[in-house]
């Protein structure tokens, strides 16, 4: 690299920056307390200053200070790019905190600018970009992309800005002028150099004989960073001429590797040298280790760059060999020593320390993560959690299961973990409500996503509705026929029908006027009210009513334009009218405080810049949305587990050494730049990317590993068990270990280190004692008894055998004699006869199998066939008792329009084809007779079965009957009551006439119950089968049972 500022140095007794290298962070650490306890301070209040690429690098650096000198007090760790900026304010002295070329701050400027300049002849682009519309969000969309833009051109083409600022254009590109001339309107309408400007007048002072600030002159040191964008790396340099400055480089190979070539770059050298006439062998291509050379590309441009300037020592003192002697520091050697054969590939261990880990899903990833680790506590002398590092490129969608793994404290099992890195959404679930309600401008107001914001306890706490509370709602709001949309206008907005069925408002009508009129009240001003709105739980309901208006009156606020300070007050006053900052726990206060901060991060940064000028909502909630994006570092300190994103420089050295989600086409990761971005089109070596970025990732997580390096990914599809391949990374990674054990070992070493898992957590394969894949979840520990020791292999339909022996285990169950008299209603015993498993597990567990609730936001475009059917039985019923057309809509679960008036009159010719059906069977007209309840007593069972006898009918003769019109298909079950109402009414010797009537298809079918003499023993059978089902699962198939 040319320093340009060396060449014009007038200063005396220039010195040269001393990077000392080291392939183990922990031996440059030890340097470096060295170096520190070596020079120490004349003055104690002076501290000394350790920059460090990553926050946790500085915590991990002080901590270990702090065990081998006692204490670690007055050591600052800045991150680079903060400290450069506090050198600068300090030798100016004119400039303040936030700098007007921060990312942050161009943003604003430039989206403030952008409205002029796109008028401008030239800017064509930014005219393109903006649309024709020019809609706000586009256009704070373009500012933030510009000021990333503008920031990478500062850290790494520093010579175009300061070329742009003379004036001059460097390159032949159409989009260089617009933004040249962008950027010097930026530079002038602030008094304030950029940083590249500002360090190269800075640092010209300093060489030229400027006086040093006092806090630099013992100098500082840079410790952990793989490498620099080249404007820091040139300030640093230079700025080590006039004050001492030690790089702790951390450098994986022991040999200078600035020159080694990957494969892939190998063939497209050869290619070109033979496009040229020229040899092979004349390119001179070192490959060196083909990992390090296919991997380390950012670190080998990174190792020319310091080499290049003159005044730069080099020293290797900090080298060692790797300390595992397995697989893993076979590995690391190799790096180190630039030979990928020094030696022989160790042979298979016992407990593999590379392991590839192939799972279904992102879930059991984490299961097997957990499973793999616990043996490590036993195996690995004195692990501890803090030493294991988990990293994902996609750690927020890890968080939930790592929270549902790892967040049993119940389990004598359970590891102590703390996330870090993840966006500031996925940290809390607070947090992601808010961001919810950022965006119902956008939002329906369906039913599922109104009681969805109601699972957060912030929200459920400020208006006093807790879980009962929900579960009343939802039923009251399903009965109301609430689907989606505040009001009839709100559905115009939409494009839909004006009408009010189906809405909020058209809801709560209902619901008011049910709980003023109470149950069985007549429609009153076109409202139907509802039922069941009554009692203590109907309080909830004036609550919910409060919390839908106050969203309600949130998204018509983000409506009205407001100034970035308005913005921001009338925010924050969201958040307290919404959120109960007070009664929840410490993490929740502090989702609370994150967005304060975000929030007036925002306003205050915007109104610095624009002052008082209007803002669309769509640009607050764009920049919001960015802060609450942000990663965000963990609160915790050296506490259990780390689950972390993958982010450059974080690899600091720990013992166990996991990665998940390595899959094909996620890692490496891509990130398309800007079609403006002129770095893309005219690249230069050292780029940086983030797909290289991630290969380095990788080089620096498999060098950061001391005994295990665990890596995981989704391996097939859980749905097809289509096969889904690893990252190639990974596929390099165990394409290099093939070759190095060869054809005849590899088999072997592969089925030991690569590892593909079951399904399911409670596949028996987990808990067998010679299992390559064990599990050590004890939850699962039952589920996998139950399957068995010895599987019986699929097969069409259950073996008869195998079905014959169960039976016969099944009629031997002897029951326990009852001691007392126990009561049966006939509505259990239909109850078990209908769902015997749902009784079973209820009985035993005790488990509810309830229907999965399903929240519906849609209204009725057809009736489906529950509606159907309910709506059909109203119709059987009394005839002032039956509904009309209009009545049925306005209860908001009816077809409205033509397809309502269609499905009314099929309905209607449903209904009277049953009832003639009725009509022919007895004979004529007749009557329901009140429900009657009976009971009739089994002695040898100790029980009395009860019930009422519903179904009963007078015919125009005086005769009776039992009569059930069901408009649907006849089932089991409907025969299986009339046959229980019959003997409850008379016993067995009854000969009361029984029909069922149903549709068979489109056909009306009726059915006549015979009378037969053995029924009293058929319902005894009944009920000792239910006896046995509810302490062994019925070994039949009910639906087959009714034949």
Known sequence: MANSFIRESGRQGMQAAQFIHGNRLELLADRLIDDLTATGHDDPLRPHVVVVAHPALGRWLQERIAARCGIAVNIEFPLPSTFAWEVLREVSGRLKRESAFSREALTWRIHAALPAYAERPGFDA?????????????????AAALAQTFDEYTMARPSWIR??????????????????????????????ADRASLMQEVLGGLLGGAPVPSRLERGFSIFGAAHLPPLLLEFFLTLAQCVPLRFYQPN????????????????????????????????????????????????????????APELVVHDDDAFAAPTSSGLLGWLQAGILMLDPAHAPPPPLEAAPSVQVHGCPSRRREVEVLRDALLPLFETLDDLKPHEIVVMSPRIEEY???????????????????????????????????????????????????????????GIARRFGLDGEARDWLRTWIADAGVRWGLDADFRAALGAAAIDETTWRFGFNRLLLGYALGNDAEMLAD?????????????????????VDALARTRAGFAVPRGAAEWKSWLIDRLDALFDGEGGDALEAAAIRDLREAIAAFGNEASRWLGAEALDFAVVRGALDAQIAAPRASRGGRFGITFCGMVPMRNVPHRVVCVLGLDAGEFPRRQAPAGFNLMRRHPRAGDRSIREDDRFLFLESLVAARDVFHLSHVDRDAKTGASNPPSPLVEELTGFLAGAYGA????????SIVRQHPMHPFAAACFRADSPTPSYDRRWWNAARL?????????????????????????????????????????????WLAHPLRAYFRQQLP????????????????????????????????????????????????????????????????????????????????????????????????????????????????????????????RGIDLARLALERFLHAGAESDLPVFLIGFDKDQVKALRLGSFDTVGQWIQDLLIWRARGLSRPLPTFRKSAEA
């Open 163 to 192: 070329a742009w600022h003379r004036g001059r254009l460097v390159l032949e590109d159409a989009d260089e002028r617009w933004q040249a001339e962008l950027w010097r309107a930026l530079a002038d309408s602030v008094d304030e």
């Open 787 to 831: 399957q068995g020791e010895a599987w019986i292999e699929p097969s069409p339909f259950v073996p008869a055998a195998a079905l014959v022996s169960t039976l016969q285990e099944f009629h031997a169950l002897e029951l326990a004699p009852a001691e007392d008299w126990t009561e049966l209603d006939i509505g259990e015993l239909l109850g």
């Open 399 to 457: 968080v939930p299961y790592v929270a549902a793994v790892f967040g049993d404290g119940d389990d004598p099992l359970s590891i102590p973990y703390r996330i870090s890195d993840v966006a500031l959404r996925a940290t809390h679930p607070l947090i992601d409500a808010f961001a919810r309600i950022l965006a119902l401008g956008e939002s329906r107001f369906a039913v599922s996503e109104i009681l969805g914001f109601l699972a957060e306890p």
């Open 847 to 970: 488990l509810e199998l309830a229907e999965a609730e399903r929240d519906e936001d849609v209204e009725a475009f057809t009736l489906g066939r529950l509606a159907r059917y309910q709506l059909a039985d109203r119709l059987l019923g009394p005839e002032a008792s039956r509904p009309d057309l209009h009545r049925v809509q306005r209860e908001g679960q009816f077809p409205i329009g033509v397809v309502g008036e269609q499905s009314w009159q099929e309905l209607l010719g449903q209904v009277d084809a049953l009832e003639q059906k009725a009509l022919h069977l007895l004979g004529g007209e007749f009557e329901t007779v009140a429900a009657e309840t009976r009971s009739v007593a089994f002695e040898d069972l100790r029980l009395r079965l009860t019930g009422a006898v519903r179904h009963k009918v007078r015919c125009a003769d005086g005769q009776t009957a039992l009569l059930l019109a069901r408009p649907g298909r006849i």
């Open 527 to 547: 409202v139907v009210p509802a039922t069941n709105v009554e009692g203590s739980p109907a309080q909830w309901l004036g609550q919910f009513a409060r919390f």
């Open 252 to 307: 994986p190979c022991l040999d200078y590797w600035g020159d080694i070539v990957s494969a892939r770059e190998q063939v497209r050298q050869r290619q070109l040298w033979n496009r040229h006439g020229r040899r092979e062998d004349e390119a001179h291509l070192e490959s060196g280790h083909p990992l390090l050379a296919s991997w380390g590309g950012i670190g080998r441009e990174y190792l020319k760059a310091i080499h």
């Open 126 to 142: 930014v005219r393109h970009y903006l649309g024709s519309a020019g809609e706000p969000r586009q256009r704070h969309q373009l």
């Open 744 to 751: 005849e070992a590899w088999p072997a070493v592969r089925a």
